[in-house]
T-cell receptor, first 113, second 115 residues
């Protein structure tokens, strides 16, 4: 069984401030982890993915995430928020098999000017 | 490449009506899937397919049918629409059948309202 918990359905940050979106996972086997971003009225697009090659993963638009096995976490960070980062962010976990990609409920990021 | 396309973008149905949501991809991806997105619930898998002629149920399959006659197309059929099926529907595809390493490519979504 696998699951994802995203802490905070809404997060607000000031422009230029650190962005931290939290994701904890549960998996019975070593997981593969993803962060997707959804801009208003659009589909999801991949930000970054962890596939066991390196624990610190860099993605598009200056985002990165660190896989911490001891904490079962895969938090998403960006040093300095930009207005264009306002979107909904989804963490997802896969433990293998065809269909098993489980998404979190999403975190809406608001960037305040 | 157009990627993953979905039609229609918006649809309003009356309870009991049937309809088909269309999904097509031009990336020759083996795996295709349908999700529904509801506030506070994230994305939930409805049905998926690992190749032409092969489909299986996801987390919330009731009230929906799918078929996969070609690699490119994966339509989702609502047999008798209910208000509980009001949602935003996303089609996605990925190369290969493993969910572990390959990213999914999502269509723009279909916003369905059932009255």
């Amino acid at each position: 069984a696998q699951s994802v918990t995203q802490l905070g359905s809404h997060v607000s940050v000031s422009e230029g401030a650190l962005v931290l979106l939290r994701c904890n996972y549960s998996s019975s086997v070593p997981p593969y982890l993803f962060w997707y971003v959804q801009y208003p009225n659009q589909g999801l697009q991949l930000l970054l993915k962890y596939t066991s090659a390196a624990t610190l993963v860099k993605g598009i638009n200056g985002f990165e995430a660190e896989f911490k096995k001891s904490e079962t976490s895969f938090h998403l960070t960006k040093p300095s928020a930009h207005m264009s980062d306002a979107a909904e962010y989804f963490c997802a976990v896969s433990s293998g098999g065809y269909q098993k990609v489980t998404f979190g409920i999403g975190t809406k990021l608001q960037v305040i000017p | 490449n157009a990627g993953v396309t979905q039609t229609p973008k918006f649809q309003v149905l009356k309870t009991g009506q049937s309809m088909t949501l269309q999904c097509a991809q031009d990336m020759n991806h083996e795996y295709m899937s349908w999700y529904r997105q509801d506030p506070g619930m994230g994305l939930r898998l409805i049905h998926y397919s690992v190749g032409a002629g092969i489909t299986d149920q996801g987390e919330v399959p009731n009230g929906y049918n799918v078929s996969r006659s070609t690699t490119e197309d994966f339509p989702l059929r609502l047999l008798s629409a209910a208000p509980s099926q009001t949602s935003v529907y996303f089609c996605a595809s990925r190369a290969g059948t493993s969910g572990r390493t390959n990213e999914q490519f999502f269509g723009p979504g279909t916003r369905l309202t059932v009255l």
